[in-house]
Antibody, heavy 117, light 110 residues
């Protein structure tokens, strides 16, 4: 079945870096755009970034993370990544990856990122 | 990009129908037929309920329906059931090729 599994979350100090991964299975990963979405504790969903399907990947970012986060993918390993630099307290959230086809489906179970000193 | 506007909460009794609105602008909801709706139960990942304004994915109950008029999209749940109690989010494609979510609506089944 189609499945997405995120990993790489954890506790990091303000200004630090973290790299999230999303392992995909059950579908042809290289055919699909992919997105990262986050949800701060007790808050709503916020779209973070997406990447196109091809090797010459087109990317886009929310203004809140532009210049600090970088999305990438490895189609050979069916994997999606989010490199997060210059982390701030307001980046604390559960980060989800999702297959993106102008709608988001399915979603992974999420990985928690906590930015705190 | 500003979030789409949803009511913070709605409620209804079992068997009733409720509608959740999602208001944006001509740069998102009004400009594209790429509105989707997601259901999220506490501690769980969101689940796609409606895509492209009014299409239901396989496996989603036909009690869920979507529509759009101008800059406002709507999700209607008919024959309300206890299991429908959850948070609901709308999302739209935007003119800057990004995605934007609504603030979320908490549905309470009385």
């Amino acid at each position: 079945q189609v499945q997405l599994v995120e990993s790489g979350g954890g506790l990091v100090k303000p200004g630090g870096s973290l790299r999230l991964s999303c392992a995909a299975s059950g579908f042809t990963f290289s055919d699909h755009y992919m997105s990262w979405i986050r949800q701060a504790p007790g808050k709503g969903l916020e779209w973070v970034s997406y990447i196109s399907s091809s090797s010459s990947s087109y990317t886009n970012y929310a203004d809140s993370v532009k210049g600090r986060f970088t999305i990438s993918r490895d189609n050979a390993k069916n994997s999606l990544f989010l490199q997060m630099n210059s982390l701030r307290a307001e980046d604390t959230a559960v980060y989800y990856c999702a297959r993106d086809g102008n709608w988001l489906d399915p979603w992974g179970q999420g990985t928690l990122v906590t930015v705190s000193s | 990009q500003s979030a789409l506007t949803q009511p913070a909460s709605v409620s209804g009794s079992p068997g009733q129908s409720i509608t959740i609105s999602c208001t944006g602008t001509s740069s998102d909801v009004g400009g594209y037929n790429y509105v989707s709706w997601y259901q999220q139960h506490p501690g769980k990942a969101p689940k796609l309920m409606i895509y492209d304004v009014s299409n239901r994915p396989s496996g989603v109950s036909n009690r869920f329906s979507g529509s759009k008029s101008g800059n406002t999209a709507s999700l209607t749940i008919s024959g309300l059931q206890a299991e429908d109690e959850a948070d609901y989010y709308c999302s739209s494609y935007t003119s800057t090729s990004t995605r934007v979510f609504g603030g979320g609506t908490k549905l309470t089944v009385l």
